[in-house]
Every structure is written in C-alpha cells, then in structure tokens.
C-alpha cells in the first residue's frame, strides 16, 4: 500500500510538471503565446529590412526615400490604396494553396502552375459558350478553373500520399510541366490568330467580364480571396476535418495510430489548397486580361509561398500579410521611376523577407519568457 500511494505521488508530480498541464496552469501563458507568435515575425521584418537597407546603401541609393516611396505607391492615395487590393487579391487565393497542406506538415510550392492551369482552363471553357448568358459563362469558367488546379496540386498530394514522392519537388516539377503545357496551348491550338507579339487566346467577351466591386475599381477576387480564408480558417480550426489535419502535421505516425485516414487527408488538402490556386487564375482571366496569355505567370503562386510563411500558415493572418506583399509589389513601378532603380529591387526584398521568416522560425519555442511557467 506504501509502495502503491509513493508511485502515485509520483505519477501526479510527473503530470503537473509536463508541459502540456503547465500550459493549462499557467493562465497567462495564451497571452504571451500571441505575444510570441506576432513579435517573431515582426522582428523578422525589421531585420529584413534592415539587411535590404545595407544593400540599397551599397547601390547609394537612400533607404528613406526608398521606403517611403514604398508607403506612398501601396498606401499614398485611394488609387494607389486600389492597385494594392488589386494586386493582393490573387494573393489570398495563392496564399491559402500553400497554407492548407501545411497543417499537415506539406511544403507545396507549385501554386503556380495551378494558377495559370486555372486560367488557361476558364479561358478554353468560355469560348464555345459566348453566346450563352454571361453567368452561364462566368459560373462554367469558375468551375473549370477550381477543376485544373485541385487536379494539378491534388497530383503532388497524390504522389506523396500514395508513391512517398517529396510534395515540395513534385509540386514545383509539377508547376513548370503546368507553364509548358500552358505554352504550347497557348501558342498552338488556343491561340487567336489576332495576338501577334503577345500570343494568347481569343477574348471572352466584354459581356463576360467580372464587374469590379461597386464604389472602387478592384475586381471580385478580393472578395474570394477573403471569403475563402474566412472559410478555411473555419474549416481549419473548427472543425473535425481540420482537426484531423493538424493531428496528422504533428505526428503523422500518431494520427496513423488513431486510424485517421492520412492518405485522404493529405490528397483533399492539396486538392482544396489547388481549388484556391486555379480560382485566382480564372479570376485573373475573366475580371483583368479577358484572354488566356503569358501575364497568367507573374509570380503569383510563389509571392504566396511567402505570404503563407509570414502568416505561419493561419488563414485570417494571411489577409494582412498578402496586404503588405501586394503593396510593395504595386509599388514597384514608382520605385523604379524615382530611385532609378530596376523594378525587380522589390523582389530583393520580398527574397530577404522570406529568408528572414525562415531563420525566425528557429526562435519559436526557444525563449523562456514565452514558455510555460510551472505553478506551485
């Protein structure tokens, strides 16, 4: 009986120290867990700037002037303020490609291909149907556009699933087999006779067209891109099947253990992940260019690789995030034309940014004063 009640004096001084009961103990340990989780990223961004900072002075060029230029291009004025939207819109949507298999411990980076998939394949849709109603056209390029993607990212989530191919490789093959194929079509059998230097489909249609949100003039992806991360977030962390995703990214052996179907969940997250990809291609046709042509490919799919880091994967965090990317994108024209500088210097510093999330990644989990602390 001695024996008995010391080992399970033990066994209970064991639990109360583990981590998971001082977390539940510690009632203040939640606040600073989003203390942690904003600041990294934050002093991330400062280092980064920073380090793009040296280099600008290396090319003699100011870092003021080159950061307020930044902040009046995105954020200066309503039409400035527009063209951010404008150009974080596909953001959101490429974003969430990456987001939603990285709960399940998934780094899928062939967004793009799914986008210009999506976008070739909307375009191929319209054109037998333009004499149907414009939202006969519209709904059947939507639906043909989410098709491609979730086919083409549902492939590497396939791949890895079912022949343990690394997702991250054949997801990036994945997207320039997706660029030569768009070529081809694009330039052979889809391409109108009428595009001479720039080679792409025939036209949609004025009629059938996306109308811009009313009182601006930023087309509805903005409002597709924000239903979807409201969407997912839900899907994510209120719900089973998202629960069950982030049981299989912690350990995957565990959810294989709890008899989770861990094939299927990582096939549908990458699926969904390239119904977001191929809806921003669809959109980009039917309410930008109104053709399928190279403009598709503009680095959408990998600008939301970085998105998707920087919001560590959370899809309400991804909205500021793509809001921040897309305004120093659109302000790459104004840099260009006062600093004299190539416009390609905001992808320097969206390239630091990145390996700067990276390294901080490292430093979650590491501070002490973010730990659980034990109670008496």
Request: aromatic letters at 8%; charged letters at 10%.
């Amino acid at each position: 009986m001695v024996v008995f009640s010391a080992a399970s004096e033990e066994d209970a001084e064991a639990c109360i120290q583990s981590p998971a009961v001082e977390s539940a103990l510690d009632r203040s340990y939640p606040v600073r867990r989003a203390l942690e989780a904003l600041l990294v990223p934050l002093v991330a961004l400062v280092l980064a700037a920073g380090a793009f900072s040296l280099f600008l002075l290396f090319l003699e060029k100011s870092p003021v002037d080159f950061f307020a230029l930044v902040s009046r291009g995105a954020f200066g004025s309503w039409f400035s303020f527009q063209n951010t939207l404008q150009r974080a819109a596909p953001l959101l949507l490429t974003a969430l490609c990456v987001a939603l298999p990285a709960h399940l411990g998934l780094v899928v980076i062939g967004g793009e291909g799914a986008v210009v998939l999506g976008g070739l394949a909307g375009a191929a849709v319209a054109l037998p149907l333009l004499g149907a109603p414009p939202l006969i056209v519209q709904l059947a390029m939507g639906l043909a556009g989410v098709m491609a993607g979730a086919a083409w990212i549902g492939l590497a989530g396939w791949l890895r699933a079912r022949r343990g191919i690394n997702e991250t490789i054949s997801s990036l093959l994945l997207a320039y087999v997706a660029l030569a194929v768009f070529n081809h079509i694009v330039e052979g059998p889809l391409r109108d006779p009428l595009s001479l230097n720039k080679p792409s489909t025939a036209p949609i249609g004025d009629a059938n067209m996306l109308a811009t949100l009313p009182g601006t003039d930023v087309h509805p992806g903005l409002a597709f891109g924000i239903i979807a991360c409201l969407a997912f977030s839900v899907l994510i962390y209120r719900t089973s099947f998202g629960f069950s995703c982030r049981v299989t990214g912690g350990n995957i052996r565990a959810a294989q253990l709890q008899g989770l179907p861990v094939a299927r969940l990582i096939v549908i997250a990458c699926a969904l992940g390239g119904v977001c990809a191929g809806l921003a291609g669809v959109i980009e046709v039917a309410a930008v260019h109104g053709n399928a042509n190279a403009s598709l490919a503009a680095g959408y799919g990998y600008s939301g690789i970085l998105i998707a880091f920087l919001a560590r994967h959370n899809p309400l965090a991804i909205m500021p995030m793509a809001l921040l990317v897309g305004g120093i994108t659109a302000s790459g024209g104004l840099v260009q034309r006062r600093l004299n500088v190539p416009d390609a210097t905001v992808l320097v510093l969206q390239g630091m940014i990145f390996l700067s999330i990276l390294t901080s990644e490292t430093f979650y989990g590491r501070m002490r004063w973010f730990q659980p602390r034990r109670t008496v």
